[in-house]
């Protein structure tokens, strides 16, 4: 079965610093890949997707991610972070004919 | 903001009482979730739907039914709440893919006492 890996629970970052969320998936089968962003008392929404071509991506609020298909990693990074990039992040992997899976989430908190 | 919205937004029921939760969608989206949140186990899905009437089971269905009526409405029901059940519920939308963007709705915290 499908499955993801979100290395770290919690990333504790101060701010203006680059951060880097790690993201293994187990698959050996095309893929498509997604993070999430969940900001404090609200639901998921979008960061970037990665569906085919080009292995960057680039997402919305200055976050990128780079699909690694021989590391089978999608790690989600910025170069600089601010207070409000405070929030859970998802890493989601979607493959062959099951649903999308979602990693147990990392934590990023941005210390002033 | 996609039109989705959930209710209840907050419930508290006790064990053994039937519980159902609601999606509501004005997107016009063929596919609907609903995925429930834990501490420690991110996001899973319970079940979904790809059309009126089509749904299927998800990782932990268990405990769970679903329907969908309508295209705009999602339900799911816990026949007899039980406190494993205590979770955040989210509901999403995608448009005519698994693989299109899902779309989020707000919430509902739901405590089984």
């Known amino acids: 079965a499908q499955s993801v890996t979100q290395l770290d629970s919690q990333v504790p970052v101060f701010e203006e610093a680059p951060v880097e969320l790690r993201c293994n998936y187990s698959s050996s089968v095309s893929v498509y890949l997604f993070w999430y962003v969940q900001y404090p008392n609200q639901g998921l929404q979008l960061l970037l997707k990665?569906?085919?071509?080009?292995?960057l991506v680039k997402g919305i609020n200055g976050f990128e991610a780079e699909f690694n298909k021989s590391q089978t990693s999608f790690h989600l990074r910025k170069p600089s972070v601010h207070i409000s990039d405070t929030a859970e992040y998802f890493c989601a992997v979607f493959s062959g004919n099951t649903p999308l899976v979602f990693g147990k989430g990392t934590r990023l908190s941005v210390i002033a | 903001d996609a039109g989705i919205t959930q209710s209840p937004r907050h419930k508290v029921t006790e064990t053994g009482t039937p519980v159902t939760l609601r999606c509501h969608q004005t997107e016009n989206h063929r596919y609907m979730y609903w995925y429930r949140q834990d501490p420690g186990h991110g996001l899973r899905l319970i079940h979904y739907s790809y059309g009126v009437k089509d749904t299927d089971k998800g990782e932990v269905s268990d405990g769970y039914s679903v329907s969908r009526s309508k295209t705009e409405d999602f339900l799911l029901t816990l026949e007899s709440a039980t406190s494993s059940q205590t979770s955040v519920y989210f509901c999403?939308?995608?448009?005519?893919?698994?693989?299109?963007?899902?779309?989020f709705g707000p919430g509902t915290r739901l405590t089984v006492l």
């Open positions: 990665y569906l085919s071509g080009s292995t």
């Open positions: 999403a939308i995608s448009a005519a893919s698994r693989t299109d963007t899902q779309y």
